[in-house]
């Protein structure tokens, strides 16, 4: 089946052109990040206006790449949240108008499961069951995924999402936005035993990072003498690993307490070099598997999307269009709304 993915939930407008599911025709992916730069974050009624600009030019090209038309198309899957309202409801509107036109049928798919479906475009693919591991701008969360539909959340954030930390982190230390990207590349030159920070909730599979976040600023703010542009790298590494550790440390934890020696990880924040390295070498002492899809697969797009849609689609499901988006969407309980 080849199916037209749509994501538009946050700050990126994509669109991406899937066959069977696994095999990635094209993947075409327009950043708002200039556009919200000077906010240093995103402004949701500037992301709206910006998807209704570049939805129908970013669908012309993931057809163009794919080198198919829309006469191809199957089927179309369209993320429905959780995500900002104004923002999914253009994807949203273009998928029901494409479907309606063409006579196809259209699904709404869970962001957060899209993250994690991400890995069945890489070319090692998990079993189920696995351990997911979604790490993103609004996620940080911990599940037992036991088949497409069927996830129980082990752990969550308490406060702040790991990409939230590196952002905010980014944003005391001036380094500009978004944080993530920034710090992952600066902390390559840095110490990360540097600076001790505090490694939260040990013991649980939940976490929280804003004690993390507070211990930050109160070094910046305490320094004496004033932190020196060149110990930014050790800074940004120290804070950094603090992060990546409780990751690791936590979804292994969760691999063992449920005899699953599989983890996939996934969402921006799984492009992040230090936590592939450290996932794959951490992850091997024990014997486990980890798999992670490719960095462009880990921050938004919509080949992810149309993973999730092929699968609902090959079950025979089909959503009607009257199907609104929604802000919040638990993944597990998919099965609720
Ligand atoms: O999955 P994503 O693209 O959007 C959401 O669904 O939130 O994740 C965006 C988050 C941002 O907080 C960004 O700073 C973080 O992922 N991120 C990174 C890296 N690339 C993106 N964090 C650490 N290292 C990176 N290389
Ligand atoms: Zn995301």
């Not at 902390?187 to 929280?208: E, I, T």
């Not at 979804?251 to 005899?259: D, G, P, Y």
């Given at each position: 089946?080849?199916?037209?993915?749509?994501e538009?939930?946050?700050?990126?407008?994509?669109?991406?052109?899937?066959?069977?599911?696994?095999?990635?025709?094209?993947?075409?992916?327009?950043?708002?990040?200039?556009?919200?730069?000077?906010?240093?974050?995103?402004?949701?009624?500037?992301?709206?206006?910006?998807?209704?600009?570049?939805?129908l030019?970013?669908?012309?090209?993931?057809?163009?790449?794919?080198?198919v038309?829309?006469?191809?198309?199957?089927?179309?899957?369209?993320?429905?949240?959780?995500?900002?309202?104004?923002?999914?409801?253009?994807?949203?509107?273009?998928?029901?108008?494409?479907?309606?036109?063409?006579?196809?049928?259209?699904?709404?798919?869970?962001h957060?499961?899209?993250?994690?479906?991400?890995?069945?475009?890489?070319?090692?693919k998990?079993?189920?069951?696995?351990?997911?591991?979604?790490?993103?701008?609004?996620?940080?969360?911990?599940?037992?995924?036991?088949?497409?539909?069927?996830?129980?959340?082990?752990?969550?954030?308490?406060?702040?999402?790991?990409g939230?930390?590196?952002?905010?982190?980014?944003k005391?230390?001036?380094?500009?936005y978004?944080?993530g990207?920034?710090?992952?590349?600066m902390?390559?030159?840095?110490?990360?035993?540097?600076?001790?920070?505090?490694?939260?909730?040990?013991?649980?599979?939940?976490?929280?990072f804003?004690?993390?976040?507070?211990?930050?600023?109160?070094?910046?703010?305490?320094?004496?003498?004033?932190?020196?542009?060149?110990?930014?790298?050790?800074?940004?590494?120290?804070?950094?690993?603090?992060?990546?550790?409780?990751?690791?440390?936590k979804?292994?934890?969760?691999?063992?307490?449920?005899?699953v020696?599989?983890?996939?990880?996934?969402?921006?924040?799984?492009?992040?070099?230090?936590?592939?390295?450290?996932?794959?070498?951490?992850a091997?002492?024990?014997?486990?598997?980890?798999?992670?899809?490719?960095?462009?697969?880990?921050?938004?797009?919509?080949?992810?999307?149309?993973?999730?849609?092929?699968?609902?689609?090959?079950?025979?499901?089909?959503?009607?269009?009257?199907?609104?988006?929604?802000?919040?969407?638990?993944?597990?309980?998919?099965?609720?709304?």
């Open positions: 089946m080849v199916v037209l993915g749509i538009s939930s946050c700050d990126e407008t994509a669109a991406a052109v899937v066959s069977d599911g696994t095999v990635l025709l094209s993947n075409v992916i327009a950043s708002q990040i200039d556009v919200h730069r000077k906010y240093g974050g995103v402004v949701p009624e500037i992301a709206s206006r910006k998807h209704i600009e570049a939805i030019p970013v669908i012309a090209e993931a057809l163009d790449d794919a080198k038309s829309l006469a191809d198309i199957e089927g179309i899957a369209v993320t429905r949240g959780p995500g900002l309202i104004g923002s999914l409801l253009i994807g949203l509107s273009v998928a029901k108008s494409i479907a309606f036109a063409r006579k196809i049928p259209f699904v709404g798919v869970n957060i499961e899209g993250h994690i479906s991400a890995i069945f475009l890489a070319e090692r998990p079993e189920f069951p696995f351990i997911a591991l979604v790490v993103s701008g609004g996620h940080t969360n911990i599940y037992l995924a036991k088949g497409f539909d069927n996830f129980v959340l082990m752990g969550q954030t308490r406060d702040d999402a790991a939230e930390a590196f952002d905010k982190a980014a005391m230390l001036d380094l500009g978004p944080g990207v920034v710090i992952d590349r902390a390559q030159a840095g110490n990360p035993g540097y600076v001790k920070f505090p490694k939260a909730m040990r013991g649980s599979l939940d976490f929280s804003s004690g993390l976040k507070t211990a930050l600023l109160y070094y910046i703010k305490k320094r004496e003498p004033p932190i020196r542009e060149d110990e930014v790298p050790h800074i940004v590494a120290s804070y950094q690993d603090a992060i990546v550790e409780v990751l690791v440390e979804t292994l934890n969760a691999a063992k307490e449920s005899s020696p599989r983890i996939v990880v996934s969402g921006g924040v799984a492009s992040n070099t230090r936590l592939r390295e450290k996932f794959y070498e951490e091997g002492k024990e014997g486990m598997e980890v798999f992670l899809p490719p960095p462009v697969l880990c921050t938004d797009n919509a080949a992810m999307i149309a993973v999730v849609g092929d699968n609902l689609l090959r079950n025979g499901e089909r959503h009607s269009y009257d199907m609104n988006a929604v802000s919040r969407w638990p993944l597990e309980s998919l099965e609720n709304l």
